[in-house]
């Protein structure tokens, strides 16, 4: 395949306006803090100045849905709570991305009972673990170098027309 039929099928000014798309993404993330029990305590330390998140792009942790790209979930998340997170989540402007922070928020972890969510994952698209309980600051960072990663591998147009998940919350 010669460069004349390389441009052509890619392009060069997509590709170059692609690449300082994703530049600006992994550098400009607007985190939403979903604290629900002990490990948001940890992703409170995460922004102060001993550990900068704010040095990573994430500067300031937003409150509001519809000012954030991505959400993190910290805490034990029961099947009560569930509906509020996929809710805020579909609040969330595209593209969006997540970040399960703990063992109870990826797994259930030691909470093995009916009324708590076994994984995020059951209900939302995570795109980050970060294991720990609770995880400590520098997992959090380096779950956020992570994800920094994988939108800078990202497309402008991979966003387009993409269908919304329907997963079912029941308990079954």
Known sequence: MG??????????????LDAVI?????????????GISCCAIEMMSAVDPKYDMSRFGSEVMRFTPRQCDLIIV?????????HVVRRIYDQMPSPKWVIAMGACTSSGGMYRSYPVVQGIDQFLPVDV???????????????????????????????????LLDLNLSKN
């Open 3 to 16: 460069l004349e039929a390389k441009l052509a099928s890619d392009g060069f000014l997509t590709t170059k």
């Open 22 to 34: 994703a530049w600006c993404r992994k550098n400009s993330l607007w985190p939403m803090p979903m």
């Open 74 to 82: 910290a805490g034990t998340v029961t099947y009560k709570m569930a």
């Open 129 to 163: 673990y970060t294991a720990g309980c609770p995880p400590r600051p520098e997992n959090l960072l380096n779950a956020l170098l992570e994800l920094q990663k994988k939108i800078e591998g990202t497309r402008a147009r991979d966003f387009q027309n993409k269908p």
